[in-house]
């Protein structure tokens, strides 16, 4: 049974940086794309950034720039590590994964999630 488990998030002020991770199970990993996802109080889950089984990666407008997706396979792991942080990015973040290994922003796409980590920007 794949399951995920997001941890690293915490308390930052506006303009710091956090790097939040994604522990996974089961097999053939590499085969998988992963992605984050993230959702605000009152607002619907929306697609953050995501990287495919080939690593490449793409991202919301909203953190180009600021936010990297990556991977290590030999850990089953996935890191995204936000930087420049603003109040708006304050959420509860959620790892996702799917087969086949590309990136799609359908939250109904992606296969496995994770329970989230919370994510406090302060002005």
């Known amino acids: 049974q794949v399951q995920l488990v997001e941890s690293g998030g915490g308390l930052v002020q506006a303009g710091g940086s956090l790097r939040i991770s994604c522990s996974t199970s089961g097999k053939i990993f590499s085969i998988n794309a992963m992605g984050w996802y993230r959702q605000a109080p009152g607002k619907e889950r929306e697609f953050v950034a995501g990287i495919s089984s080939g690593e490449q990666t793409f991202y919301a407008d909203s953190v180009t720039g600021r936010f990297t997706i990556s991977r290590d396979n030999a850990k089953n792991a996935a890191y995204l590590q936000m930087n420049n942080l603003k109040p708006e990015d304050t959420a509860v973040y959620y790892c996702?994964?799917?087969?086949?290994?590309?990136?799609?922003?359908?939250?109904?796409?992606?296969?496995?999630w994770g329970q989230g980590t919370q994510v406090t920007v302060s002005p």
């Open positions: 996702t994964r799917r087969n086949p290994g590309s990136i799609v922003t359908s939250a109904g796409a992606w296969d496995y």
